[in-house]
């Protein structure tokens, strides 16, 4: 029987005369097959797992060990603040006791009467007062240039070196007002490193220091001095009565050839800045001339200096020429070690509270020995419990009145 479909195309040879155009082919299912085709290779992937026991599917693999890794350290928590879970708050450190400190830092302590150590040591430290910082040297302001190096000068407004370089007066806060006062120098620095740092470490900052102008490297031993609180004068050396035979120095000043002094000063002045001052060096001769002294006093206060004289000679016409310039000046009451014995200085220093205590300043001069500065260190120490300030040399300078018009003479 026919398909109703094709008619009678079944009962011809195959290919003979099919008409291939008379019906619409059928429609294949595409979609059915590839969803057919990823079954079978689903399958046949399980099933090579199962049997190979590679749950990968035959993929490369890499075995190694593998270490557990520590774990975070916890942050610290903040001292004596609340707990965050329990709200308590942590114990207070336990303050050690005297006998406890004592005994770990091996230092051993001998008190009154035998008695222990007390409890609970507490310690407070007073405030320390703020270090002293000196003006640097040189300032621009106050220096000219020459072919003997940088002078000191008068700068504009009237800015002077021995203001502009003075270290500052600092009165304990435990002294009464107008306590006495005591002002110190001590020379013959510059001549030894070894022994101006010493001098610079061990006196007080107050010390004014003189330096000689004959050292090596004056220009950084005189900015260490200052960087150690301390004021510096200049030390000139003059002429004594002895001269040649004790001879100062190059570049001495001189009596017997005064055409000659500025030229000496300015070489003198040009070794080193940030002084305050001029201090004499013997000299005897040299400050009982006026007719010598007066153009070097002059030319010391037109460049805005003091002038501080050391008390060894007691003809030097300091205190009555300097009025005529306007030039302040010091004028020393001691030497201390004009005996080096140590027994001595402490006598002259001695006589020097009384002074201060009678006049209410007293000033006093020595020489930089180390004997000189180990005793003036060592006395300098309680000078405050005794009620006296120790204090700069540029404080004890003061401008004299002029004597002159009447005839009379300002002597010491």
Do not use: C
Not at 281 to 310: E, N, S, W
């Amino acid at each position: 029987m026919a398909d109703p479909q094709f008619g009678d195309e079944l009962d011809k040879p195959l290919g003979m005369d099919l008409d291939l155009h008379a019906t619409a082919p059928r429609e294949i299912p595409y979609g059915r097959l590839a969803f057919a085709g990823f079954g079978v290779l689903a399958a046949s992937l399980l099933a090579f797992a199962y049997v190979t026991g590679d749950g990968l599917g035959g993929e490369p693999v890499a075995v190694g060990p593998v270490e557990a890794a520590a774990p975070p350290a916890p942050a610290p928590r903040a001292a004596a603040s609340p707990d965050d879970v329990t709200g308590a708050i942590a114990p207070p450190k336990r303050v050690a006791t005297a006998e406890e400190v004592e005994s770990q830092s091996g230092v051993k302590v001998t008190r009154q009467g035998g008695a222990p150590p007390p409890g609970a040591l507490i310690i407070e430290v007073p405030e320390q007062p703020p270090g002293i910082h000196l003006t640097p040297a040189p300032d621009k302001r106050l220096v000219e240039r020459s072919d003997r190096g940088l002078l000191p000068k008068i700068g504009a407004g009237g800015a002077r070196p021995a203001d502009i370089y003075a270290r500052p007066v600092i009165l304990p806060a435990a002294l009464k007002a107008g306590a006495p006062r005591i002002a110190i120098v001590v020379g013959g620095m510059g001549l030894n490193q070894g022994g101006t740092s010493q001098a610079i470490a061990k006196l007080p900052g107050a010390v004014t220091l003189a330096f000689a102008p004959y050292g090596a490297n004056l220009v950084a031993q005189a900015a260490e001095a200052r960087e150690g609180g301390h004021e510096i004068m200049l030390q000139a050396p003059m002429e004594s009565f002895d001269y040649p035979g004790n001879d100062p120095g190059p570049q001495t000043l001189l009596a017997t050839d005064a055409g000659r002094n500025l030229e000496r000063l300015h070489w003198l002045m040009g070794r080193f800045p940030g002084y305050v001052g001029i201090i004499n060096y013997l000299g005897g001769k040299f400050t009982a001339d006026a007719d010598a002294f007066g153009p070097v006093l002059r030319d010391i206060a037109d460049r805005g200096l003091i002038y501080a004289d050391d008390g060894t000679s007691t003809r030097s016409l300091a205190g009555a020429l300097a009025p005529r310039f306007d030039l302040p000046v010091v004028r020393t009451d001691i030497v201390i070690d004009e005996s080096p014995r140590p027994e001595a200085i402490d006598v002259a220093l001695i006589r020097l509270e009384a002074i201060a205590r009678r006049k209410g300043l007293a000033v006093g001069s020595a020489n930089g020995l180390p004997a000189t500065i180990e005793r003036i260190a060592r006395w300098a120490r309680a000078l405050e419990g005794r009620g006296i300030a120790l204090v700069p040399l540029s404080a004890a300078a003061e401008r004299l009145p002029d004597a002159s018009a009447d005839g009379t003479r300002n002597e010491r």
